[in-house]
């Protein structure tokens, strides 16, 4: 930083320092070095002035980048010299609006602070639901415009109280100009609604734990959406959960009280216990421990749970008063979005809880929880490391930067596990999680998100941004959008993009590029791709041997299909039905099937590892038909993780033969492995025992096939990326087979491996593009 001269420097702060407590930091730390001068929010960030001796400006400045509030982030000051006025004193001035460009800060759970005083009972705000300060409470979900008041939050009608506004104007509170400050007198207040009968305040609370206690449901309104809750012990209460949501195999989320709660269902290293605890508060997959007090029904047949802490001091009141872990899952039925707004909370959750708690604090946007792994994967071999699973609450709208500048652009995404991304210059936005966007109401969201990232952070798209494919609702969007240029980015190179940008690099790299599906450049379905590429340009340089995908998109609820159209290709055109399968599938359907496949009728061909997944899945006996794609493979994975130490006890070849042949592409080719599979479970092998050997045959098999590649095109990184890479056993093994080849080994850490990273990867590649 260039030595000030002066004795009045005008200071510009960016970041992510409104929402955060970055004012009052200013005005306490100019208090100390005795400096005069003003601090506000603007549009853009923080702004302020200071005056007073040159050393103590001088240090001043020093302590501003380098001391700040535990929730911000310092991205840049700078300062300029500016006449000294002679004016005593230091005052927060209100702030100035314009064209918004300051950064957003997510939700972030309760402070110790607020905690001890929730729970203090000489405390004003003893047992206050919605205790917090300047260090934590909610931001995202309830700013509507920025620079970030009070007056453009769903706080706005809520008028402090005395004693309230005065902590709000006192420098040496940890509340002052904490902008969702409240308290019992002049906040928010809770109401359970239970049939005809409404209750309110501390009545409200108490009915909803002794509705808990009693073995009911009950949707609890949190910071981005509703939940519905039940005991996580009560086999009854949570098989009549799942039934009434009519979620029929995908696992519930626990909510636990504290990190002994947690550790009592599940096996935590050092990095999942610092995710479970973090501000953002995510829900953590992490292995279940053998006695958790947990009905079966909350993660059948997994070995896995989702474990998660209290997101608002609301949360934390009920699991203290219910003394009891808690199902804590999404608010909606199947399919659905989960509901924010009180009105169709009462309407879409009414015929599913026997209660619903909320309060009277608007919700400003939709924002599901978050979703994370922990992974022995990355730059440092047998570093832990998070895997992003779903970015959403307490991650987003995080800015993520770009390697190359882009112009305002929007990036729409795929159609599952839709996000969208705004971008201007060397920054991103990434949406929190959307969804499936094939349901009108998360379409809706999909819109709406779009319309309230391009205002907060003040992007008005000259480039729009979509996949390739044209039948995503997503590339339909952007092609509606008037007075922009478009731009397509095939699905594959997104996700390798996506990767490379937020390692901040260019390439070149290798990637491995495995999900269930995408529209390759040559207009079939990929999904088991190597490709090379950097950010601009990418070129497919091999795949996964191709199959038929019998009857489209029934192969993806049916994965039975998947294993005739497989044993199609290995045995030259004679599938028999597997004895493995035989109870399972009819003859009849099987015929049917193989003659579909085998004439290529309404079975296009694809390259898809996620297919092949389900494929080994349904030889193994482990799945015929799913609700939800990627639920075989899943399950598939878990089988393999149970039979981890009996592979190794037994001391035989652990993986599956894969061959790699050369050629124009270079094949990998699993119908050798698909042979042994069956071979193996006519020996009478067990389903996990099968499960294990075809994972390490996979991950051989990619290993190879990149450091081949990797050698061959002369670059020294390799990229892993797609939905399949959420199989931490694939993962895992990928990396510890690439630890010796020398080759740099890029993973994805801020957004997830699935289609999650889409828009960003899009962004990437659509900045690379225009910067060439």
């Given at each position: 930083m260039t030595t000030i001269t002066g004795t009045r420097v005008r200071v510009r702060v960016d970041g992510v320092v409104q929402g955060v407590g970055f004012r009052p930091f200013v005005h306490r730390l100019a208090h100390e070095h005795a400096l005069a001068g003003w601090v506000r929010n603007d549009e853009r960030g923080v702004l302020l002035e200071v005056e007073g001796e040159q050393a103590a400006v001088e240090r001043f400045l020093e302590r501003l980048g380098g001391e700040p509030p535990p929730l911000a982030s310092v991205e840049h000051v700078s300062a300029e010299r500016v006449s000294p006025t002679g004016l005593e004193g230091f005052r927060i001035l209100a702030s100035t609006t314009g064209a918004p460009a300051a950064l957003v800060s997510p939700d972030v759970a309760p402070c110790a602070d607020c905690l001890a005083e929730l729970f203090d009972a000489s405390d004003r705000r003893h047992r206050y639901p919605f205790i917090n300060c300047t260090n934590c409470g909610p931001r995202f979900t309830i700013i509507r415009d920025v620079p970030y008041d009070r007056a453009r939050t769903t706080m706005a009608d809520f008028e402090m109280c005395v004693a309230c506004?005065?902590?709000?104007?006192?420098?040496t509170s940890r509340r002052f100009h904490a902008q969702p400050n409240a308290c019992p007198a002049c906040g928010p207040a809770l109401t359970l609604i239970s049939g005809k009968r409404a209750l309110t305040g501390d009545d409200a609370l108490a009915g909803a734990v002794a509705a808990l206690a009693a073995g009911r449901i009950v949707a609890v309104k949190g910071l981005g959406g509703y939940h519905l809750a039940c005991r996580a012990d009560d086999e009854q209460?949570?098989?009549?959960?799942?039934?009434?949501?009519?979620?029929?195999?995908?696992?519930?989320?626990?909510?636990?009280?504290?990190?002994?709660?947690?550790?009592?269902l599940v096996h935590l290293c050092p990095a999942e216990r610092r995710l479970l605890s973090g501000p953002e508060r995510p829900i953590v997959i992490a292995r279940r421990r053998a006695r958790a007090r947990v009905a079966e029904t909350v993660a059948p047949g997994s070995p896995d749970l989702g474990v998660m802490l209290a997101s608002t001091p609301l949360h934390h009141l009920l699991l203290a008063d219910t003394g009891t872990t808690l199902v804590m899952t999404s608010g909606n039925a199947s399919d659905e979005p989960i509901a924010y707004r009180d009105e169709d909370a009462l309407a879409r959750l009414g015929a599913i809880a026997d209660a619903v708690l909320l309060h009277d604090r608007p919700i400003e946007v939709r924002v599901d929880d978050s979703i994370v792994r922990s992974i022995d994967a990355g730059d440092v071999p047998g570093a832990v490391r998070p895997l992003m699973l779903r970015r959403s609450r307490g991650y987003a709208p995080r800015s993520l930067p770009l390697p190359l500048p882009a112009p305002a652009l929007l990036?729409?995404?795929?159609?599952?596990?839709?996000?969208?991304?705004?971008?201007?210059?060397?920054?991103?936005?990434?949406?929190?999680?959307?969804?499936?966007?094939?349901?009108?109401?998360?379409?809706?969201?999909?819109?709406?998100?779009?319309?309230?990232?391009?205002?907060?952070?003040?992007?008005?798209?000259?480039?729009?941004?979509?996949?390739?494919?044209?039948?995503?609702?997503?590339?339909?969007y952007a092609l509606q959008r008037e007075d922009v240029a478009l731009v397509?980015?095939?699905?594959?190179?997104?996700?390798?993009?996506?990767?490379?940008?937020?390692?901040?690099?260019?390439?070149?790299?290798?990637?491995?590029?495995?999900?269930?599906?995408?529209?390759?450049?040559?207009?079939?379905?990929?999904?088991?791709?190597?490709?090379?590429?950097?950010?601009?340009?990418?070129?497919?340089?091999?795949?996964?041997?191709?199959?038929?995908?019998?009857?489209?998109?029934?192969?993806?609820?049916?994965?039975?299909?998947?294993?005739?159209?497989?044993?199609?290709?290995?045995?030259?055109?004679?599938?028999?039905?597997?004895?493995?399968?035989?109870?399972?599938?009819?003859?009849?359907?099987?015929?049917?099937?193989?003659?579909?496949a085998r004439r290529g009728t309404g079975s296009p061909v694809t390259t898809s590892v996620g297919r092949l997944f389900d494929a080994a899945a349904a030889?193994?006996?482990?799945?015929?038909?799913?609700?939800?794609?990627?639920?075989?493979?899943?399950?598939?994975?878990?089988?393999?993780?149970?039979?981890?130490?009996?592979?190794?006890?037994?001391?035989?070849?652990?993986?599956?033969?894969?061959?790699?042949?050369?050629?124009?592409?270079?094949?990998?080719?699993?119908?050798?492995?698909?042979?042994?599979?069956?071979?193996?479970?006519?020996?009478?092998?067990?389903?996990?025992?099968?499960?294990?050997?075809?994972h390490n045959g996979l991950a051989d098999a990619t290993a190879r096939a990149l450091a081949l590649l990797a050698r061959r095109e002369r670059v020294a990184s390799v990229v892993l990326s797609g939905g399949v890479f959420q199989n931490r056993v694939l993962l895992e093994r990928c990396v510890t087979r690439l630890a010796g080849t020398g080759l740099r080994v890029l993973v994805p850490r801020m957004l997830p491996p699935n289609d999650g990273a889409i828009s960003y990867g899009q962004a990437a590649v659509a900045a690379a593009q225009l910067a060439a």
């Open positions: 506004r005065t902590e709000y104007e006192d420098p209460a949570v098989a009549e959960l799942r039934a009434r949501k009519r979620r029929e195999e995908k696992p519930f989320a626990l909510m636990a009280a504290d990190l002994g709660a947690a550790e009592a990036a729409c995404g795929a159609e599952l596990k839709s996000t969208f991304c705004v971008a201007s210059g060397s920054r991103a936005w990434v949406s929190h999680h959307i969804g499936d966007l094939r349901n009108w109401e998360t379409l809706r969201s999909f819109r709406e998100g779009i319309e309230r990232f391009e205002a907060l952070f003040a992007v008005e798209p000259e480039l729009v941004v979509h996949d390739l494919h044209p039948d995503y609702l997503s590339t339909g397509g980015v095939q699905h594959h190179h997104a996700h390798l993009a996506a990767v490379l940008a937020e390692h901040g690099e260019c390439g070149p790299a290798i990637g491995a590029i495995y999900d269930g599906s995408g529209l390759g450049s040559d207009g079939t379905v990929w999904g088991g791709e190597l490709l090379l590429g950097d950010l601009a340009h990418a070129e497919r340089v091999g795949r996964l041997h191709p199959v038929r995908l019998p009857g489209g998109d029934a192969a993806v609820r049916e994965p039975w299909r998947m294993a005739c159209a497989w044993l199609l290709a290995a045995f030259d055109g004679d599938a028999q039905l597997p004895a493995s399968m035989v109870d399972r599938v009819e003859q009849e359907r099987w015929e049917q099937v193989s003659d579909i030889l193994c006996g482990i799945r015929m038909t799913v609700r939800d794609e990627g639920r075989a493979a899943v399950e598939l994975e878990a089988a393999a993780v149970a039979a981890g130490d009996a592979v190794a006890r037994a001391g035989e070849p652990d993986a599956y033969p894969l061959a790699l042949v050369e050629g124009e592409l270079l094949q990998l080719d699993a119908r050798e492995t698909v042979r042994a599979i069956v071979e193996d479970l006519a020996d009478g092998a067990p389903p996990g025992m099968v499960s294990a050997r075809f």
